[in-house]
């Protein structure tokens, strides 16, 4: 039997994947083209190759077209925007994104800056950002909005309740406080970070917790309240013993806090896939603002 408790953001994805497939045929039936999404990953992280090789299979998997350009960890910042500059201006690609973290040479605010909005799926440029903040249509950060959609297709009621992000990151702590408080969303927002007084006590308030720190299972059964909803945005790598050599670990210590929440997502299998699957809800948008 299903448990109710746990928001399973792999079948939320799912059914997403199956609506934007259908948008996508749609495209191709009409003689549109699939839309494209393009991927600069730079150097050899572990973590970033996985990410970007389950964006790739997710493109594909909805009948989208996906490429991957691939710099090396010594490759320049000139050629690193060189890069984004062609992607560009390349009328092929409807959409692309630059993995993050890239190597410390190199000025990521500057790399980032230099997409162009129309083609910045991932949300993170300045005029998305600006956009966003005045609740205009953009390109929404596809973690915030894969998680917003996730607690409204689990019904979880967010207007009123009294929602805790600790973490203020670009991509995900800082856009999901001013999503959550927004007219028409209409939660109450506190924001915690690495210098707030009595963390647990305003963690304990929680209606609804939002965990994106990258400590792994930081979050213990005595900082949540009672009934809480927990969603927790961290990925974390533990080295172990297995033939990976590793296992994933969210940023909540899941099994204690479970017993504590009204519904937690899971590590993996809850947020990971929402955010995928943003990113192609984005990229479809992308590609149908091009027609
Ligand atoms: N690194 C971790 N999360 C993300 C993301 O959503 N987009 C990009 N480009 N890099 C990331």
């Known amino acids: 039997m299903a448990d109710n408790k746990i928001i399973?953001?792999?079948?939320?994805?799912?059914t997403?994947?199956?609506?934007?497939?259908?948008?996508?045929?749609?495209?191709?039936?009409?003689?549109?083209?699939?839309?494209?999404?393009?991927?600069?990953?730079?150097?050899?992280d572990g973590a970033s190759l996985t990410y970007v090789a389950s964006k790739e299979r997710a493109c594909r998997?909805?009948?989208?077209?996906?490429?991957?350009?691939?710099?090396s960890a010594k490759a320049s910042e000139e050629e690193v925007l060189n890069t984004i500059n062609f992607l560009n201006n390349d009328p092929e690609i409807d959409g692309f994104i630059v993995q993050l973290p890239m190597?410390?040479?190199?000025?990521?605010?500057?790399?980032?800056?230099?997409i162009s909005p129309d083609k910045d799926v991932d949300g993170f440029t300045l005029h998305n950002i600006g956009l966003m903040q005045l609740g205009e249509p953009c390109f929404l950060p596809a973690t915030p909005f894969g998680i917003l959609?996730?607690?409204?297709?689990?019904n979880v009621e967010v207007a009123g309740k009294h929602v805790v992000v600790l973490g203020r990151?670009?991509?995900v702590g800082t856009p999901i406080s001013v999503m959550l408080s927004r007219k028409g969303v209409d939660a109450t927002v506190s924001i915690c970070h690495s210098r707030t007084k009595n963390l647990e006590e305003i963690t304990r308030q929680a209606?609804?917790?939002?965990?994106?720190?990258?400590?792994?299972?930081?979050?213990?059964?005595?900082?949540?309240?009672?009934?809480?909803?927990v969603i927790d945005v961290g990925i974390n790598r533990i080295e172990d013993n297995s033939e990976k050599g590793y296992h994933i670990v969210g940023d909540v210590d899941y099994k204690e806090v479970y017993k504590k929440a009204s519904m937690i997502t899971p590590v993996p299998g809850g947020v990971g896939p929402m955010t995928i699957v943003s990113l192609l809800h984005n990229t479809l948008l992308a590609a149908k603002k091009r027609k």
């Open 8 to 14: 399973d953001g792999k079948l939320i994805a799912d």
């Open 16 to 44: 997403i994947k199956k609506e934007i497939a259908a948008e996508v045929a749609g495209m191709i039936d009409k003689g549109e083209g699939a839309p494209h999404l393009a991927a600069v990953i730079v150097g050899e």
């Open 61 to 71: 998997s909805v009948g989208m077209i996906s490429s991957v350009y691939r710099l």
């Open 103 to 114: 190597p410390k040479h190199i000025n990521e605010t500057k790399v980032i800056q230099s």
């Open 149 to 154: 959609e996730m607690l409204k297709r689990s």
């Open 169 to 171: 990151s670009n991509i």
């Open 207 to 229: 209606d609804i917790l939002v965990v994106a720190i990258g400590k792994p299972e930081f979050v213990k059964a005595d900082m949540v309240k009672e009934g809480a909803v």
